[in-house]
T-cell receptor, first 112, second 115 residues
Framework: GENVEQHPSTLSVQEGDSAVIKCTYS??????FPWYKQELGKRPQLIID?????GEKKDQRIAVTLNKTAKHFSLHITETQPEDSAVYFC???????????FGTGTSLTVIP | GAGVSQSPRYKVAKRGQDVALRCDPI?????LFWYQQALGQGPVEFLT?????????KSGLPSDRFFAERPEGSVSTLKIQRTQQEDSAVYLC????????????FGDGTRLSIL
């Protein structure tokens, strides 16, 4: 089965700086890679996703890049703000059943 | 409804009691997933998933005390029998359409505390 690894487990940045979170996956059949943000006590919410036929996708301050050859994908947050502080989870999906394999999460703290 | 609804939001039970957690998915979503998350926003651990009423994978259920059902292909119930302290966690439900490359939509979860 699929195995997703996520790094780092914790990340602290100064407000205005960039943050990068990286994930690797093992199954080359995986074709969909969503990122979720979970604030304390709240549900995980989708913030961006990327499909295997695309190398990069951007939405305002958030971008995701995918390298299928190396089997890794990354989340980039620019001009970080205190409200970006949360736990971020990556995931990979490989079949039409849409079962997700989650990374272990990154706790991001943006220091004002 | 507009989103995935879970109830109760919080549940406190004494060790040894049985509990039932409910998930109401987004209307029309064929796939439904249950996850367990350690208190304090730990990793999202897969428990089981359904396509309509069929339970396609239950490999993540920690023991035979855990049982999930979705008899009519809509609402699902996760039941935990003879609860133990280690069952204390947030139980998240998510739903999605069957076709691949689609996001899963999560509910707010049920925070279960076993005393």
């Amino acid at each position: 089965g699929e195995n997703v690894e996520q790094h780092p487990s914790t990340l602290s940045v100064q407000e205005g700086d960039s943050a990068v979170i990286k994930c690797t996956y093992s199954d080359s059949a995986s074709n969909y890679f969503p990122w979720y943000k979970q604030e304390l006590g709240k549900r995980p919410q989708l913030i961006i996703d990327i499909r295997s036929n695309v190398g990069e996708k951007k939405d305002q301050r958030i971008a995701v890049t995918l390298n299928k050859t190396a089997k890794h994908f990354s989340l980039h947050i620019t001009e970080t703000q205190p409200e970006d502080s949360a736990v971020y989870f990556c995931a990979a999906s490989e079949d039409t059943g849409n079962q997700f394999y989650f990374g272990t999460g990154t706790s991001l703290t943006v220091i004002p | 409804g507009a989103g995935v609804s879970q109830s109760p939001r919080y549940k406190v039970a004494k060790r040894g009691q049985d509990v039932a957690l409910r998930c109401d998915p987004i209307s029309g979503h064929v796939s439904l997933f249950w996850y367990q998350q350690a208190l304090g926003q730990g990793p999202v651990e897969f428990l089981t998933y359904f396509q309509n009423e069929a339970q396609l994978d239950k490999s993540g259920l920690p023991s035979d005390r855990f049982f999930a059902e979705r008899p009519e292909g809509s609402v699902s119930t996760l039941k935990i029998q003879r609860t133990q302290q280690e069952d204390s966690a947030v139980y998240l439900c998510a739903s999605s359409s069957w076709t691949g490359e689609q996001p899963q939509h999560f509910g707010d979860g049920t925070r279960l505390s076993i005393l």
